[in-house]
T-cell receptor, first 116, second 112 residues
Framework: DGGITQSPKYLFRKEGQNVTLSCEQN?????MYWYRQDPGQGLRLIYY???????QKGDIAEGYSVSREKKESFPLTVTSAQKNPTAFYLC???????????????FGSGTRLTVV | DQQVKQNSPSLSVQEGRISILNCDYT??????FLWYKKYPAEGPTFLIS?????DKNEDGRFTVFLNKSAKHLSLHIVPSQPGDSAVYFC???????????FGTGTLLAVQP
């Protein structure tokens, strides 16, 4: 079955540490996205990538970094510069970088990051 | 600046009744609108969408209405079922950037 896999489901980080969240898709989608969900704030775009080896900052990119070395993979690193990293992180993908009316984005099941 | 707004954080309805979830937007250049459903600790799943050239789209129990002059869309669920209890996100697509902009979500609780 095609889909998006995010791992781990739960992640704990100490203050000052960098952590990397994994996102892998086997849908052959060109574009991938990272969103952050906080209570009362909906989904906010962190980074997105339309094609391999290219990515752009979203609305809240500070303190985060990404890479897109393979079409299937779009890992997100939460650096120590991110002031408030505790949140639910969602990865998504779409066909050809455009929004499909028939399905929009396909989302993974998310990673809950907690700073301890 | 919130381009997509869902002003009701929560909604409670009785099973079998109609649920109406509302969404307002500010950018007249949005060309597609989508609704997603999300359960706790899971990713959102696509529910229904509408193009800006239409004013209504129906899929089973779910209907989305678009009022472009008012920059308002709504999702109607009839009849509501307990399994519909979830957070519903409205999203809009800017054709120039191909990005989805999400509202803050509305938590729907359907009481048996």
């Amino acid at each position: 079955d095609g889909g998006i896999t995010q791992s781990p489901k739960y992640l704990f980080r100490k203050e000052g540490q960098n952590v990397t969240l994994s996102c892998e898709q086997n849908l052959n989608h060109d574009a991938m996205y990272w969103y952050r969900q906080d209570p009362g704030q909906g989904l906010r775009l962190i980074y997105y990538s339309q094609i391999v080896n290219d990515f752009q900052k979203g609305d809240i990119a500070e303190g985060y970094s990404v890479s897109r070395e393979k079409k299937e993979s779009f890992p997100l690193t939460v650096t120590s510069a991110q002031k408030n990293p505790t949140a639910f992180y969602l990865c998504a993908s779409s066909i050809g970088g455009t929004v499909s009316l028939s399905q929009g984005y396909t989302f993974g099941s998310g990673t809950r990051l907690t700073v301890v | 600046d919130q381009q997509v707004k869902q002003n009701s954080p929560s909604l409670s309805v009785q099973e079998g009744r109609i649920s109406i979830l509302n969404c307002d937007y500010t950018n007249s250049m949005f060309d597609y609108f989508l609704w997603y459903k999300k359960y706790p600790a899971e990713g959102p799943t696509f529910l229904i969408s509408i193009s800006s050239i239409k004013d209504k789209n129906e899929d089973g129990r779910f209907t989305v209405f678009l009022n472009k002059s008012a920059k308002h869309l709504s999702l109607h669920i009839v009849p509501s079922q307990p399994g519909d209890s979830a957070v519903y996100f409205c999203a809009a697509s800017d054709g120039a950037t191909n990005k989805l902009i999400f509202g803050t979500g509305t938590l729907l609780a359907v009481q048996p």
